[in-house]
C-alpha cells in the first residue's frame, strides 16, 4: 500500500504548455512538500504546506502553483513550461512536529522539449 | 539560511570494507540531521537520523555521528555490500519554521559504489 503516491511518473511536454502533477498521501500527516531534483541530483525544496496552510515558498517563479484542497492532497500547477523546468518533481509528508522523517512519492520526470 | 556541504561527491570501496561521508551545516541552530539513500531511478528513503541532543546513533552496518561544536556529521557504513551502491544525502532542519514544517537543505549527495 503506497505511502505516497504521484502521478504521472513520467511527464514529456512542449515548451510553452500547461501540466499538473498529482499527490497524494495516505500517512495520515499534516505536512506535505514539493521538491526538485534537478539533472546533478540536487534536491530542494519548493514548497511546503501544513494542513492545506502555504507554509514556505522558495523563490519559486510564478509559474509554479501548487494547491491543497485537503491535508492528503497536494497538487503541482506549472504553466508556460520552459526547457529549464526538466527535472524530477518529489512530493512528500511528514508529520508535524518538525525533525521527523519525510516520506517521498516515486517522483515525477518531467521533460521540456 | 542554513548551507550543507557534503564530501565525497563520489567514493569507490571495495565490498567488505568502511565507506565514510562527512557534512558540515552552517546554522547552529539546526537540531535534526537526516540522511536519505536514493538507488537509480527510485524515491530517497531515510536510512537514519539523529538529533542535536545525541552524539551518536547506530543502526546494524549503519552509523551518525553528530559533533555540534564542530558543525559536522558523519555516515558510517561497515561491511559494504554492492546493494548499499546508490545516492546518499545528507540534510539538515531549517530552523526558522519550528513545529509547522520541516524544511530540510539536503547536501549535493555522494555516488557510493561497492565493488564486488
Known amino acids: 500500500d503506497t505511502a505516497v503516491s504521484q502521478t504521472p511518473k513520467y511527464l514529456v511536454t512542449q515548451m510553452g504548455n500547461d501540466k499538473s502533477i498529482k499527490c497524494e498521501q495516505n500517512?495520515?500527516?499534516?505536512?506535505m512538500y514539493w521538491y526538485k531534483q534537478d539533472s546533478k541530483k540536487f534536491l530542494k525544496i519548493m514548497f511546503s504546506?501544513?494542513?492545506?496552510?502555504?507554509?514556505i515558498n522558495e523563490t519559486v517563479p510564478n509559474r509554479f502553483s501548487p494547491k491543497s484542497p485537503d491535508k492528503a492532497h497536494l497538487n503541482l500547477h506549472i504553466n508556460s513550461l520552459e526547457l529549464g523546468d526538466s527535472a524530477v518533481y518529489f512530493c512528500?509528508?511528514?508529520?508535524?512536529?518538525?525533525?521527523?522523517?519525510?516520506?517521498f512519492g516515486q517522483g515525477t520526470r518531467l521533460t521540456v522539449v | 539560511g542554513e548551507n550543507v556541504e557534503q564530501h565525497p561527491s563520489t567514493l569507490s570501496v571495495q565490498e567488505g570494507d568502511s565507506a565514510v561521508i562527512k557534512c558540515t551545516y552552517s546554522d547552529s541552530a539546526s537540531n535534526y540531521f537526516p540522511w536519505y539513500k536514493q538507488e537509480l531511478g527510485k524515491r530517497p528513503q531515510l536510512i537514519i537520523d539523529i538529533r542535536s541532543n545525541v552524539g551518536e546513533k547506530k543502526d546494524q552496518r549503519i552509523a551518525v555521528t553528530l559533533n555540534k561544536t564542530a558543525k559536522h556529521f558523519s555516515l558510517h557504513i561497515t561491511e559494504t555490500q554492492p546493494e548499499d551502491s546508490a545516492v546518499y544525502f545528507c540534510?539538515?532542519?531549517?530552523?526558522?519554521?519550528?513545529?509547522?514544517?520541516?524544511?530540510?537543505?539536503f547536501g549535493t549527495g555522494t555516488l557510493l559504489a561497492v565493488q564486488p
Open positions: 504546506y501544513n494542513n492545506k496552510e502555504l507554509i
Open positions: 500517512l495520515g500527516h499534516d505536512t
Open positions: 540534510a539538515a532542519s531549517d530552523p526558522f519554521y519550528g513545529g509547522a514544517t520541516n524544511k530540510l537543505i
Open positions: 512528500a509528508s511528514s508529520s508535524t512536529g518538525g525533525n521527523t522523517e519525510a516520506f
